[in-house]
């Protein structure tokens, strides 16, 4: 099975930086896209960062130029570093990926366990 861990959350002053990591490990056959979300209480689930391949990048609007998305193929990471944070960048932080896992040909979509992110005023 394919298991996505993260790390890296925390408690941050706005302006701050913080920089959240996910490995995907276990039965890795193949790693597609990686991506980040965040939600926050009451509301649906958003992309924040994602990398459909290891030199494509998107963004969301909200992010561009404060938040950067990387990944680490050998290790099957993604890292999303964020800089310049705001009190509204506060949420719990998903990693998001669709895999392959050995043994098996179909991609699946797999997500992580969520770290939040917390920036005070």
């Known amino acids: 099975q394919v298991r996505l861990v993260e790390s890296g959350g925390g408690l941050v002053q706005a302006g701050g930086s913080l920089r959240l990591s996910c490995a995907a490990s276990?039965?890795?056959?193949?790693?597609?896209?990686m991506a980040w979300y965040r939600q926050t209480p009451g509301k649906q689930r958003e992309l924040v960062a994602k990398?459909?391949?290891?030199?494509?990048?998107t963004y969301a609007d909200g992010v561009k130029g404060r938040f950067t998305i990387s990944r680490d193929n050998a290790k099957n990471t993604v890292y999303l570093q964020m800089n310049s944070l705001k009190p509204e960048d506060t949420a719990v932080y998903y990693c998001?990926?669709?895999?392959?896992?050995?043994?098996?040909?179909?991609?699946?979509?797999?997500w992580g366990q969520g770290a939040q992110v917390t920036v005070s005023s």
């Open positions: 998001n990926s669709v895999a392959t896992e050995s043994g098996n040909s179909v991609p699946r979509v797999y």
């Open positions: 276990g039965s890795v056959l193949r790693v597609d896209s």
């Open positions: 990398m459909p391949s290891s030199t494509s990048t």
